[in-house]
């Protein structure tokens, strides 16, 4: 099988400013000068991996451990520091809450701006537009302007835009676990959808069991290194001892 996301040797570094400025004048000045002195942190530590296509992989770890960090490098967000990732076939990244929406714009708007971003003409996005209010319950809010809704509803509209139009790759970062209990259901049920349909997901979630659930390989990181990855089962048993 092929693979659908390949990631080698990932390092990632943060230079985080051990200094308070008070300004950008300040911090310009200081940064002329070389005044300014930079904590390195390194989120990711030479992570590699492969995801075959169709597989459904799971990212499991405390907070801090470079999940995010590292959906964020497939994606093509943030670029390494060193090593590469790259992903073959159309991408759906569910990053973080309502990136890629306009605040100041419509449920309905925001459903044709995000068609466009993922390459789907107007008539296409008009043809799948019943399907995505539907999907995300929204039908009393399509012309409410998005910044007026609560993170479950924006999750519920990402979720259904990402996945109406069947991508070769979907990854999902926590996004799951906002909103209620009958949406997680209807979200897992189309992800399922997806998976019998071939498409790879990768997926970070708040719950253990909707990873044991979904998933058929899970990698755990631990202060941005892989302290284990493989078969779900063993992965996450492991891991559900070492959080006791
Ligand atoms: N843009 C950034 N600048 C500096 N540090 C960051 C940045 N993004 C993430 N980090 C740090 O990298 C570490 C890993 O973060 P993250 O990938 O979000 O972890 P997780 O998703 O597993 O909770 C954390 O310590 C976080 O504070
Ligand atoms: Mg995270």
């Not at 159309?90 to 459903?111: K, Q, V, Y």
């Not at 897992?188 to 998933?215: K, N, Y």
């Amino acid at each position: 099988m092929a693979n659908a996301i390949e990631v080698s040797n990932v390092t990632m570094r943060f230079n985080m400013s051990k200094e308070r400025v008070d300004s950008i004048k300040e911090f310009l000045i200081k940064k002329v000068k070389r005044q300014l002195r930079f904590e390195e942190f390194l989120a990711l530590k030479d992570v590699s991996l492969n995801v075959e296509q169709g597989d459904v992989y799971g990212l499991v770890g405390l907070n801090g451990s470079g999940k995010s960090t590292l959906l964020k490098v497939i994606s093509g967000i943030l670029k390494p520091t060193k090593g590469t990732a790259k992903t073959y076939g159309t991408i759906s990244p569910l990053i973080e809450l309502g990136a890629g929406f306009d605040m100041d714009l419509t449920a309905r708007e925001n459903i044709f701006l995000n068609g466009s971003v993922l390459g789907y003409s107007h008539a296409q996005m008009r043809e799948k537009f019943d399907e995505i209010v539907e999907f995300s319950e929204l039908q009393d809010f399509i012309d409410v302007a998005v910044k007026n809704f609560s993170s479950g509803m924006v999750a519920r509209l990402g979720f259904a835009i990402a996945t109406i139009t069947k991508p070769d790759i979907l990854i999902v970062d926590e996004i799951l676990s906002v909103g209620d209990f009958l949406f997680q259901q209807k979200c897992e049920a189309r992800i399922q959808d997806l998976m019998s349909g071939g498409t790879t997901v990768l997926m970070v979630s708040h719950s253990i069991e909707q990873i044991e659930r979904l998933c058929r390989h899970v990698m755990w990181l631990d202060h941005g290194t892989i302290r284990m990855a493989g078969e779900m089962e063993p992965v996450c048993e492991a891991y559900k001892a070492f959080r006791k």
